[in-house]
Every structure is written in C-alpha cells, then in structure tokens.
C-alpha cells in the first residue's frame, strides 16, 4: 500500500482526532492570515499617508551659535543681529541640485509703515495717537505664497487674485474694506525710521480672509492682528527690509519617513558653511498620522510571531499524545521492514490532508474576522485582489512549515525507539 493511501485512511478511520486537528488547524490558518491582512493593510495606509502628507524641513539661520549673532546695546535695548553668510537664492539651488527637493518657500519677515491715508485694522482704538502703532504693519515675503506656513496651516485663505510673478501684494478683504482698496490699486510700504531698505510701491495682486481664531485682539495692537499681515514678492521684501537673504526656507518632500536621512545628505554638500544653518525636520504631522498605524504594524508582526511559536508548541503537543496511542502500530510497520523515513512521511501527509481541508475553509471564516477588524478602525486602506492571493499563499506555506516542524518534533521520541523496545513496551 503507497504512503499516501496508508496516510488517506487514517484521517479517515480517526475521524475524531481528525476533526480535533482539523479545528486546531483552521484556527491556526486563520490568525496567520488575519495578521498577515493586518500589517499589509496597514503598510499601505503608511504609504498613503506619506504620499498624501508629504514631508519638509526647514533651514534658518543658526543663532544658537555665538559666532554667527553680534549683539549690541542701543537705547536701553540689547539688539541681536545675525552676522554668518546669508541663506540666499545661491545656497537653496545647491540644496536643491543635491537632495531630492520638489518645492521650497524662503520666507523673510518684518514690519515696515503704511502710508499714512490709510487705516488698519484696530480692535480696540488704544493706538489711535501712536503715529507708529497707528500705522505699522507686519510683512512677510514668500518665493511661494501658498506654501507659506499661515497659507498651508489655513490661518488664511486666498479667496481672490494671486501672486502675479512680478512686484506684488495680497493684503486682507478686512483691510481692503475699511480703505476701499481693490485687486490692482497700488499700496506704499516704508521701512521705520533707523532700519535699512527702501519704500517700495507694489500693485495689489490679491486678497485674503482670516480662518484662525485670534488671541487677545481687545488689547493687542494692529501689528499682531492678521488682518493687517501684507504679503509680499521677495524682490519687495529684499528691498524693503534690506536684507541679503531669507530667515529661513521651507524645502517639501515626497516621503516625509526619508526627511531625517535627505537633511543628513544635505549637510554634505559642498560649497556651504554649515555651521551658519540649523536644519529642522517638520514630520509633526506625518508623525501623527501614521504613529498609530505603525504601533498597529508593529502589533501586526508580534502577532504572527506569538502565533507561530504557539501554534507549534500546541500542535506538537496535541500529536505527541496522539503518538503515544499509535506506538503499537509503529512497532509493527517497524518490524515488517517499513523505514522510519517512511513512517515520518505518512505522519506529514496525514497533517497535509487535514491541513487542505483547513485552507478551503479558512477564507470563510477569516472574511467574518476580517470584517469585524475593517468595520472598526477607519485607517485601513482595502488590499486588492493580487495581494490577498499573495497572502493566502503565505498564509498556506507559513502553516505548512509550522505544521511539518511541529510533526518532526512531535515524532522525535518514537522515532529513536526500535521494534522490540516498542513491543516489549506495550506486552
């Protein structure tokens, strides 16, 4: 009689021990495959978060570093100025020729004085006779407008024009208003008294409304307000504020996870006094997007991990007692010159049949598992039909492999006895 029929007819003839290990089985494939559907499920939700949130990091100017400030004393007020080489249009394309870089925002900030026939934006009426306060506005400059950080917060919304691409401003609805200003009036900025830059005239190319809630606004002075926050083109802030470079640039990536190792290989390149910059990545929000995501991957794999080693102890277990029973017709097939080798071969097919019949059924019961799972976390992405088939195969070697381990040692004890030591044993 061949192996596999010896093997066929004792599933059959212990029907009991066979369902015993049918059950067992079933369970086993069914959590290999759950926590296999996990943690792809949850890869894939990584990679779409990466992909949709993108990542960043920022140059400024490093002030941390006592030789790049000079501090001087002034009117009773101690002034720091940055003094290292300027974070200019020549450092951010060498930045961007080395790293993998697909946009970036340099940013220069100030406050300059609008003219004085037109009102701010004031709460509280407490600067009126400030001929300063009355009439001082912050500035920011952008190369890219829309990736500025009140823009890409949605502090404020652009909700008419836009950057023109040459000499511009975008001012607030609010403060277009209350002057009667519209897209394509003219506005004139001054630097105060004592600063360097120059006045400059500029075109209104656009307009913004206020989306943040503002702290404060009873007392604070129009300055702070964002109402009266005018953005300009860097050309105009350069010329207004006098500055040779930036405060600092926003460089955006593809794969907020690769941030960390692309500011590393831009500290390489050469060309640029590094120690003059502070480089800072700006993962917050990947990190909390994806933080749970990646402790559920994670749980994922120790899942399957405790599920091998305990399917194995289990099922090694549940055989060796089952061997204990059969010892008597071991020592027979032994004595009639069949081999150990052939013997271990049809206790391997008989977990084989039984384990065919487990994968049929585990698709079953693994959809009701698995939609219990994605009903109730929102994160995870659908997998498509290749990579559930992919899965199941996993799921059916994985198995197979804890299975033939798990009879191999389950077998040991019997296998080292001989005929007459097994017969002598049960007489």
Known sequence: MQIWQRAYLYVRRKTGRSILLLLVMLLLFSFV????????ATDLAIQQTRQTLGGSFRIAPDMQNRENVMITEADGQTNVAYIGAPLDEALIQ??????EINAYNAVLKGEALLREDLRLIDHNGIYQDDPIAAHLVSVEADTSLLLSPAFQTERVKLIGGGPSGESGAIISEALAKENGLNIGDEIQLSPREGH?????????????????????TDIAAPVHLLE???????????????????????????????????????????????????LTASVEEYEKAAGPLL???????????????????????????????????????????????????????EVIFIAAAALVLTPCTVFLIWQAIYGNIGEIEP?????????????????????????????????????????????
């Not at 360097?196 to 404060?216: H, K, R, W, Y």
């Not at 399917?311 to 010159?337: C, D, N, W, Y």
């Not at 990579?387 to 080292?416: D, N």
């Open 228 to 278: 009266n926050k005018i953005f300009l083109d860097m050309a105009s802030g350069k010329a207004l504020t006098g500055a040779a470079g930036a405060d600092y640039v926003d460089l955006f990536i593809n794969d907020p996870a690769q941030v960390h190792q692309i500011i590393e290989k831009v500290k390489t390149i050469d060309g640029i006094d590094w120690s003059c910059f502070a």
């Open 295 to 349: 402790s559920m991957r994670e749980l994922a794999r120790t899942l399957l991990i405790i599920i091998a080693v305990a399917s194995t102890a289990v099922l090694s277990l549940i055989q060796a007692l089952f061997h204990k029973s059969r010892r008597h017709e071991l020592g027979i097939m032994l004595s009639v010159g069949i081999s150990k080798g052939e013997i271990l071969l049809q206790h391997f097919m």
């Open 94 to 99: 060498a930045v961007q020729t080395g790293a």
């Open 33 to 40: 495959m759950v926590g296999l559907l996990l943690y792809r």
């Open 196 to 216: 360097a830059g120059q006045p400059v005239t500029m075109n209104i190319s656009g307009l913004f409304t206020v989306e943040a809630d503002q702290q404060n």
């Open 383 to 427: 997998i498509n039909a290749a990579s559930t088939v992919a899965i199941f195969a996993i799921t059916a070697g994985c198995g197979v492999s804890v299975l033939l381990l798990s009879t191999a040692l389950s077998s040991l004890g019997a296998m080292r006895l001989n005929p007459k030591e097994i017969l002598s044993k049960l007489s």
